[in-house]
Nanobody, 126 residues
Framework: QVQLVESGGGLVQAGGSLRLSCAAS????????VGWFRQAPGKEREFVAS????????YYADSVKGRFTISRDNSKNTANLQMNSLKPEDTAVYYC???????????????????WGQGTRVTVSS
């Protein structure tokens, strides 16, 4: 089993940037895709971005495309989400997750992932 810990959330003004990090331990991190999801108050959890196990393929929700960048460093068992040009509608708790199966790409469904961090809160003020 893998354990995930997110960090880097906080309060930022609209137009600002934050960098979220996800540190993994346990299961072989480098074999699994990583996804970032978010859940805004009163809303369902939604897909934000994912990166393949090798780091060569990335996928983004339309709402963040061009503003967010997902990356990973398998040597450090970490994944990051660089968030630029933040908007108030980006306010949410952000979660990282790892794919339930190894060596897959393009996974965007919550059900594709079976290990989750505790989340880190991002608040964007207008």
């Amino acid at each position: 089993q893998v354990q995930l810990v997110e960090s880097g959330g906080g309060l930022v003004q609209a137009g600002g940037s934050l960098r979220l990090s996800c540190a993994a331990s346990g299961r072989t991190f480098s074999n699994y895709a990583v996804g970032w999801f978010r859940q805004a108050p009163g809303k369902e959890r939604e897909f934000v971005a994912s990166i393949s196990w090798s780091g060569t393929r990335t996928y983004y929700a339309d709402s963040v495309k061009g503003r967010f960048t997902i990356s990973r460093d398998n040597s450090k068992n970490t994944a990051n989400l660089q968030m630029n040009s933040l908007k108030p509608e980006d306010t949410a708790v952000y979660y990282c997750a790892t794919d339930a199966l190894p060596f897959r790409v393009g996974r965007v469904l919550i059900s594709d992932y079976n290990a989750w961090g505790q989340g880190t809160r991002v608040t964007v003020s207008s």
